[in-house]
């Protein structure tokens, strides 16, 4: 008896801290997919010699309350002819799927408190790369059905576009990681950054397979020079077309966010995740305390993620839109090849390497 009462005890902690960190993580994106949206503006304005957004609140920051408000307060349209379910589903599906990588990414190493030992991580799965790449094919899913479901032509056109896109981009981005994942033996994000901070980071180890997974990451989140998806002056608007309120505004923050963790994903396969560069993590811990070094850690992880979302600005503000047959060339004919002998000449280099270095 008092052994079954300790099990759940410990079973109601343990669903307390996931809880809690669910929450933190969602809430989290949330603010930063807001906040990208003001900041994209900034950056805009800075690259076009203009102001930005100066009139909601000091500088403009108030300014994602205000378009947030705007877009709840707008009226709700369903065009007739549209698959209602399926309209409402689509939208409700793309946040769902951008939501869900949060997961698995370690946000950090631990925290003490209560006695316990708490990670920040909500799950450490041991095949965290694949359970990224299964949402990430999910999500499409969420743009076919909204611009299917929307009776459109171009809506339609422009989940065509998404589709193809994303489905020839992911081919490249998996081949990739497999070269990754032969350097690291291990397919745990956690695990991953873990050999990070004993040795290299992995960018030294694997240049052009983090370039093509780069360049995949813009191609999966639609954003420019990949936008063709939306190519409102081809398509008007691309596949939410129809859409208006927060189904648009779901949508639009789907992209932000997807922006927000594929950036928090390639800083835990390449730069470290959490790895303070130059500082020895348990010196560190001696002189910190876990729960600062915690803190140290979350700040300089959130720091290496801006970098990456102001690099998705620089280029949407600088680089113009491919064609699509440019964009399914780049695609086909250049990273998938790439990206092929990238994992050819990994794996022959790790087989010279077990052999010490001879034939």
Request: charged share 15%.
């Amino acid at each position: 008896m008092l052994f079954t009462h300790t099990l759940l005890a410990i079973d109601w902690a343990v669903f307390t801290e996931k809880l809690i960190l669910i929450v933190a993580v969602v809430s989290g994106s949330l603010v930063v997919a807001m906040y990208s949206t003001y900041a994209e503006r900034k950056v805009a304005a800075v690259l076009q010699d203009r102001r930005g957004p100066n009139r909601a609140g000091p500088g403009g920051i108030f300014q994602p309350l205000a378009d947030g408000l705007k877009l709840f307060f707008k009226e709700e349209i369903i065009p007739n002819f549209s698959s209602k379910f399926l309209f409402i589903l689509g939208p409700c599906l793309a946040m769902l799927t951008a939501m869900m990588v949060g997961a698995v990414v370690p946000w950090g190493n631990k925290i003490h408190i209560f006695n316990r030992d708490v990670s920040l991580q909500i799950a450490d799965v041991n095949i965290g790369i694949l359970y990224v790449f299964g949402v990430v094919s999910l999500g499409v899913y969420g743009i076919m059905i909204g611009g299917w479901a929307s009776n459109n032509k171009f809506s339609l056109m422009g989940a065509m576009r998404a589709a193809s896109q994303i489905i020839s981009y992911e081919l490249a981005m998996g081949i990739s990681i497999i070269a990754l994942l032969m350097v690291t033996g291990t397919l745990s994000l956690k695990e991953m950054v873990g050999q990070q901070t004993d040795h290299w980071w992995n960018i030294v180890k694997q240049p052009l397979g983090f370039m093509i997974f780069l360049i995949c990451a813009f191609a999966e989140t639609n954003r420019t020079p990949f936008d063709l998806a939306e190519a409102e002056n081809e398509l008007v608007g691309g596949y939410h077309t129809e859409y208006s309120s927060m189904k648009l505004g779901f949508y639009l923050f789907a992209e932000y966010i997807n922006m927000f963790l594929s950036s928090a994903v390639m800083v835990s396969l390449y730069f470290g995740g959490y790895d303070i560069p130059f500082v020895n993590d348990l010196t560190a811990i001696d002189k910190l305390g876990v729960n600062w070094m915690a803190v140290l850690q979350g700040v300089v992880f959130f720091a290496k993620i801006v970098c990456f979302i102001f690099l998705f600005m620089w280029v949407r503000w600088t680089i113009p839109r491919f064609r699509y047959d440019q964009l399914m060339n780049l695609g086909w004919k250049i990273l998938l090849p790439l990206a092929l002998l990238n994992m050819l000449v990994t794996g022959a280099l790790i087989l010279l390497k077990q052999n010490h270095w001879h034939f």
